[in-house]
């Protein structure tokens, strides 16, 4: 009887090597060019880095260009703004912009970090301190400063963030820093216990500021010590909370076409320069790199083409504008 030159063999019979595992299910990984350019508006949780924040943006959007303007410590909450694709050219020209805070300022006590996640450092009775003080002191912060950061802040020490430097046990100096506080509001003054004063203020302030700083500074110049409770950026340049959204919200509205916390890259760019249309020729030259008449006014301007596309933010210098940041079509 004849039998098939290849039987296959019967199931669980030696091959001679091992069976093949069955490969689990890879998830789909979206190239970036799937995903339109856009800035996220995001309002941050508390207790996440604002790499937390970029990297969960990447997990829901499955991209990797993602990048933010202006860091906030994981104890802050509210407005982190987050570029996506090829409006991470924007954000070097977002960070600079004024911001505004809410912050708790709590009285009678130091901390190591200036914040309230730090050991104490010293404490004192706040009992004999009056409104009128602490609002004269608030006032010593309203202006053009020479600020000196928080020693556990990002600030660069001969090449080493400063708060790894803490964290070493090593003891230097930050040297002081220009920063403008525009303006402090005083909302409420409230006594936690006999000892603590609390006091919940607004702060309009030039970006690299730092409100933990503040807190610090005016507890200093009252004798009693002082640091941040609380931390919430409500805007950044004409950014808001109001346009916000969680990351998760925010990346899964941008995946889907559009909606609350995000904003599209030619609305991105002209909600913070003023936008020049330019004609379809002058379109095509931004694109090669080559320069157009001027502006005819100082600053970046948002070239727009004639189909509503960023095409670049151009810059007069002299009778041409040149391009400062292209953002090519694809």
Same mark, same amino acid.
């Given at each position: 009887?004849? @039998?098939?030159?290849?039987?296959?063999?019967? *199931?669980?019979?030696? @091959?001679?090597?091992?069976?093949?595992?069955?490969?689990?299910?890879?998830?789909?990984?979206?190239?970036?060019? *799937?995903?339109?350019?856009?800035?996220?508006?995001?309002?941050?949780?508390?207790?996440?880095?604002?790499? *937390?924040?970029?990297?969960?943006?990447?997990?829901?959007?499955?991209?990797?260009?993602?990048?933010?303007?202006? +860091?906030?410590?994981?104890?802050?909450?509210?407005?982190?703004?987050?570029?996506?694709?090829?409006?991470? =050219?924007?954000?070097?020209?977002?960070?600079?912009?004024?911001?505004? #805070?809410?912050? !708790?300022?709590?009285?009678?006590?130091?901390?190591?970090?200036?914040?309230?996640?730090?050991?104490? $450092?010293?404490?004192?009775? +706040?009992?004999?301190?009056?409104?009128?003080?602490?609002?004269?002191?608030?006032?010593?912060?309203?202006?053009?400063?020479?600020?000196?950061?928080?020693? /556990?802040?990002?600030?660069?020490?001969?090449?080493?963030?400063?708060?790894?430097?803490?964290?070493?046990?090593?003891?230097?100096?930050?040297?002081?820093?220009? /920063?403008?506080?525009?303006?402090?509001?005083?909302?409420?003054?409230?006594?936690? !216990?006999?000892?603590?004063?609390?006091?919940?203020? !607004?702060?309009?302030?030039? !970006?690299?500021? #730092?409100?933990?700083?503040?807190?610090?500074?005016?507890?200093?110049?009252?004798?009693?010590?002082?640091?941040? @409770?609380? $931390? =919430?950026? +409500?805007?950044?340049?004409?950014?808001?909370?109001?346009?916000?959204?969680?990351?998760?919200?925010?990346?899964?509205?941008?995946?889907?076409?559009?909606?609350?916390?995000?904003?599209?890259?030619?609305?991105?760019?002209?909600? /913070?320069?003023?936008?020049?249309?330019?004609?379809?020729?002058?379109?095509?030259?931004?694109?090669?790199?080559?320069?157009?008449?001027? @502006?005819?006014?100082?600053?970046?301007?948002?070239? &727009?083409?004639?189909?509503?596309?960023?095409?670049?933010? /151009?810059?007069?210098?002299?009778?041409?504008?040149?391009?400062? &940041?292209?953002?090519?079509?694809?």
């Amino acid at each position: 009887m004849s @039998t098939p030159d290849h039987q296959p063999p019967d *199931d669980g019979a030696p @091959t001679g090597r091992p069976p093949r595992r069955p490969r689990p299910p890879q998830r789909r990984r979206t190239p970036d060019a *799937d995903v339109p350019p856009a800035l996220l508006l995001v309002d941050k949780a508390p207790g996440m880095t604002s790499h *937390d924040v970029v990297a969960r943006a990447r997990r829901v959007l499955s991209v990797r260009k993602v990048g933010h303007a202006g +860091t906030l410590d994981p104890m802050a909450t509210g407005l982190l703004v987050l570029g996506v694709g090829a409006a991470t =050219r924007l954000l070097g020209h977002l960070s600079g912009h004024d911001k505004t #805070y809410e912050a !708790t300022i709590r009285l009678g006590r130091s901390t190591v970090t200036d914040d309230r996640e730090g050991d104490v $450092l010293a404490e004192a009775s +706040t009992a004999e301190v009056t409104e009128d003080a602490v609002r004269a002191a608030l006032a010593g912060q309203v202006g053009a400063l020479q600020q000196v950061p928080s020693s /556990v802040s990002a600030v660069k020490v001969d090449g080493r963030r400063s708060y790894d430097r803490v964290r070493a046990g090593e003891e230097f100096e930050l040297a002081p820093r220009s /920063v403008t506080v525009h303006g402090i509001d005083v909302h409420r003054l409230g006594r936690p !216990t006999p000892a603590l004063l609390d006091v919940d203020v !607004t702060v309009r302030c030039s !970006t690299g500021t #730092y409100i933990r700083a503040i807190a610090r500074d005016v507890g200093a110049a009252l004798g009693v010590g002082g640091h941040l @409770t609380a $931390l =919430r950026r +409500t805007r950044s340049g004409p950014f808001s909370t109001d346009q916000a959204a969680e990351v998760e919200v925010a990346g899964a509205a941008l995946a889907a076409g559009g909606g609350h916390g995000v904003l599209g890259l030619t609305e991105a760019a002209t909600s /913070v320069f003023p936008a020049r249309m330019v004609t379809a020729e002058q379109a095509q030259a931004l694109v090669h790199g080559q320069r157009v008449p001027a @502006t005819g006014a100082p600053g970046l301007h948002a070239a &727009v083409g004639p189909d509503g596309r960023l095409v670049a933010l /151009v810059e007069d210098a002299g009778p041409r504008a040149k391009v400062t &940041v292209g953002f090519p079509a694809g």
